[in-house]
């Protein structure tokens, strides 16, 4: 299976998944340290994605949603954006009414 229908089928088969560097326990980066704790503070259950294991699906998921940068998190399959836009969403409390839909 090529990168890119593995990342279809993952985000088709998990509600919510966070493609990120490294691991929430673990993050590689500043702004997927950021992506795992607002998830957590939200209390979502989500699928985490380490692109640093996988030099293809690292590349792959930037083409995927046609967003350079990682983290990425997508809802329901559909792509919701990096650790900024979750940020602000979390702020105005939009992406806990989304996480919340998606259970």
């Known amino acids: 299976m090529d990168a890119q229908a593995q990342i279809k089928q993952t985000v088709s088969t998990h509600s919510v998944v966070l493609y ?5 326990k673990f993050p590689q980066c500043g702004f997927s340290n950021l992506a795992t704790q607002i998830l ?35 809802v329901n399959g559909e792509f919701v954006g990096g650790s900024d ?6 702020e105005n409390g939009e992406l806990q009414t989304m996480l919340e839909a998606a259970k």
């Open 20 to 24: 990120m560097k490294g691991s929430p």
């Open 40 to 74: 957590d503070a939200c209390q979502a259950k989500y699928l985490a994605v380490d692109v640093l294991a996988d030099q293809a699906v690292r590349e792959g998921i930037k083409v995927y949603a046609n967003w350079p940068t990682i983290p990425q998190l997508y």
């Open 85 to 90: 836009i979750m940020r602000a969403m979390y």
